[in-house]
């Protein structure tokens, strides 16, 4: 072909629920213009072709929690050349990283009915503590536009445009009642980054954490706030530990509220 | 006498990460195995010490193409463990947004993950360059179900407007009337991709298969039902455990579901449809006749005809809901906790997803269970594979290789739900 190279694309699959993976496959009004920009070299839950690497964009869903796939992941990263995490295990471990604050042990012993063949690492890691992430992608799921964002972004050999604020400010700006201050439900917004547009509570619900931490959150003065709302300390353990509990403020307010 | 091996390292257009190994020596299978490697989550684990009112939104995170199976059955468990009872317009809201993950789950798996198979396509993108109308038609369907997903759930993938009760907010109307439309033109295109499915070619296979289903007096089986087979099956929800059993697979960090003392079941779109024709709206009778899928089916790739004819059903439903909906005083019933045990079962788009839960007085969870759809359908897609190499071995190994996929992908197969759980080794890093 004399046509110049199409950049080419591939997904790779952590532990994950596929859900990121399936924002892109959810991006049908565009689905069929990305793939003329963009060649689909690798993305098996969608195509059976497989093209070799490298990469010019690899999309990482998933954590890292088995030896095997501590070891793929540098294999994934040797192909790729710009390698962007979606999603809150690729970039914070995930729900399944709740396993890392329990000791194995005990877990084992509750859960487990007798050992097996496989070999799973003890917690539930995030990609960029394996290898080097170019950008990292937040959400549990990701946003579908934020997503169009970064491969526009990177079409176009530019950062991508994802806002720095939290939830709680998205509110201020589209005129979303607090839920906090209307009805006293508690809400993690102030300290959650934003990307789905303050979505819970414009459904009159709390924002329950899943875009993970905004940066320099002030998890601990929301802490207390909450308290006023008589909110128990094992219920500021679990609000902490939910899709991205092993996100480092998180992860140790968490620790602060457990006896 | 040669032998023979079929691999598939990874399976492809497939939910998650599995494979596929076939040794075959002279005519004969001598070992199959539908591998998955997917690595295991433990949900079950961590959900002991949650909260119950959590159940909903973190099982959820089991599978992101079905969160509202997840969310439902949780749902359901968790209200029977608290013994509250949701009806009127709150449960016909959940039966809407469930037609919305039906539409959105049978239009992926139909247009972009099965018709490949059966047209010779590597995916959807290459196929919509020889049948773009096509590929259009199927997109737009499946936009369609994520419309009323995010209608009602705030987005399409894990809905955060659902919980133990009802929902957190819940739509005028008016709102609701908006997808009357879109739905009408989606009710045609169902009826289109009934008749362009029935058009596509058919391996003959058959197998005497024990179908299991939800089932309801009245209505075509979503959310609620007794579970029932075509074996003799006829159970309440709270007996799941009492006639069906999982078992622990070497070559999988899969579960296999079994009827106990029997062996394989098949669960899914196809089993639903056997099991309760009758309940089927006239129209999705009407079409499934016309497209020669018999009252009684047992060929396994002939379930992308049952997808298809379960989104006509599913469009209809949908807009009979909204066209009957009167607005709740309040989006959810309250549900104090209460211990006790709560089960349920509800019909995810590949098959009855069950849960089971054990609450205290503060509603903390002691004990969670979950059977997905994929770990019952485990075995009864090796047992196809066993049946269907043999008769199949002239082909050449490309072709067979594919038909094997293909024979796997007729369950539409969700491989991170099938591993949501436990057992192995746990290595210190
Ligand atoms: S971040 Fe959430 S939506 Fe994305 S793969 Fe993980 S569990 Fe699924
Ligand atoms: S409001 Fe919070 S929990 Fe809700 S979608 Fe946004 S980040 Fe996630």
């Known amino acids: ?259 | 006498m040669k032998n023979r091996s079929v691999k598939v390292d990874c399976l492809t257009r497939v939910e998650g990460e599995g494979g596929l190994e076939i040794k075959i020596k002279g005519d004969k299978v001598t070992d199959i195995q539908f591998n998955i490697f997917e690595p295991p989550r433990f949900f079950e684990a961590f959900l002991h010490g949650r909260l119950f009112t959590e159940a909903p939104d973190i099982t959820a995170r089991i599978c992101g193409i079905c969160p509202i199976a997840y969310q439902m059955s949780s749902a359901h468990a968790m209200e029977m463990a608290c013994g509250v009872k949701v009806e009127g317009p709150l449960r016909d809201l959940r039966r809407l947004v469930y037609c919305g993950e039906w539409i959105e789950s049978h239009a992926l798996h139909v247009y972009m993950l099965h018709a490949p198979d059966f047209l010779g396509y590597d995916d959807a993108i290459s196929m919509a360059k020889d049948h773009p109308d096509l590929v259009k038609q199927g997109l737009k369907l499946k936009k369609i179900g994520n419309e009323l997903m995010i209608l009602l759930g705030g987005r399409e993938i894990h809905p955060i407007n659902i919980c133990v009760g009802g929902f957190f907010k819940v739509p005028t109307p008016k709102e609701l009337q908006k997808m009357a439309e879109p739905l009408k033109w989606a009710l045609k295109a169902s009826l289109e991709t009934v008749k362009f499915v029935s058009a596509l070619e058919f391996p003959e296979f058959e197998q005497d298969y024990e179908f299991v289903s939800v089932n309801h007096d009245r209505e075509y089986p979503i959310n609620e039902g007794r579970v029932i087979s075509n074996k003799g099956i006829d159970i309440v929800v709270t007996d799941f455990l009492e006639i069906f059993e999982e078992q622990q697979v070497k070559h999988s960090t899969s579960l296999h579901a079994v009827v106990k003392d029997r062996g394989a079941y098949h669960v899914g779109p196809l089993a639903r449809y056997n099991l309760n024709f009758d309940k089927l709206t006239p129209l999705a009778q009407k079409a499934a006749v016309e497209a020669g899928l018999g009252r009684q089916c047992n060929n396994p790739f002939k379930s992308i005809i049952a997808r298809a004819v379960e989104l006509v059903f599913a469009c209809e439903e949908a807009l009979r809901i909204i066209d009957n909906y009167q607005m709740p005083e309040k989006p959810y019933l309250d549900v104090p906790p209460k211990a006790g045990i709560g089960h349920g079962a509800t019909e995810a788009p590949r098959g009855l997803l069950y849960h089971k839960y054990e609450i205290d007085n503060d509603g903390v969870i002691k004990a969670a269970r979950i059977i997905a759809p994929t770990s019952q359908n485990q075995k009864v897609i090796e047992n196809d594979l066993a049946a269907f190499v043999p008769l199949n071995l002239d082909l050449p190994h490309d072709t067979l290789t594919w038909k094997c996929e293909q024979a796997v992908r007729n369950y539409d197969p969700c491989i991170s739900c099938s591993c949501h759980f436990l057992k192995l080794n746990i290595e210190q890093e």
Not at chain 1, 101 to 121: A, G, M, N, R
């Open chain 1, 1 to 259: 072909m004399a046509k110049a190279k199409k950049p080419k694309l591939a997904v790779w699959k952590f532990a994950s629920c596929s859900g990121c993976q399936l924002s892109l496959l959810d991006c049908e009004d565009e689905l069929l213009a990305i793939a003329e920009t963009l060649e689909i070299a690798y993305f098996p839950k969608a195509s059976s072709a497989v093209k070799k690497g490298p990469y010019d964009l690899s999309l990482v869903e998933g954590s890292i929690t088995t030896p095997h796939d501590a070891h793929r992941i540098h294999e994934v990263r040797k192909v790729s050349k710009t390698l962007v995490t979606i999603g809150a295990c690729a970039t914070a471990g995930g729900i399944q990283a709740l396993r890392n604050f329990k000791d194995v042990k005990d877990f084992i012993s509750t859960v487990y009915v007798s050992p097996q063949f496989i070999q799973v690492l003890d917690k539930s890691t995030p990609i960029a503590d394996h290898v080097f992430v170019d950008f990292e992608l937040r959400g549990c799921p990701i946003d579908k536009h934020q997503l169009l964002e970064v491969v526009n972004a990177f079409l176009n050999k530019r950062k991508p445009i994802v806002p720095p604020y939290s939830v709680c400010m998205e509110c201020k700006r589209r005129g979303i009642i607090c839920v906090m201050v209307a009805y006293g439900t508690p809400c993690l917004g102030p300290v959650t980054q934003t990307g789905c547009g303050a979505l819970c509570p414009s459904y009159h619900r709390g924002c329950y954490g899943c875009f993970g931490p905004q940066e320099k959150s002030n998890t601990s003065s929301l802490a207390k706030w909450w308290k006023t709302l008589n909110v128990s300390e094992d219920n500021l353990v679990r609000a902490f530990r939910g899709f991205n509990a092993w996100a480092d403020s998180f992860r140790k307010e968490s620790e602060v509220h457990e006896k």
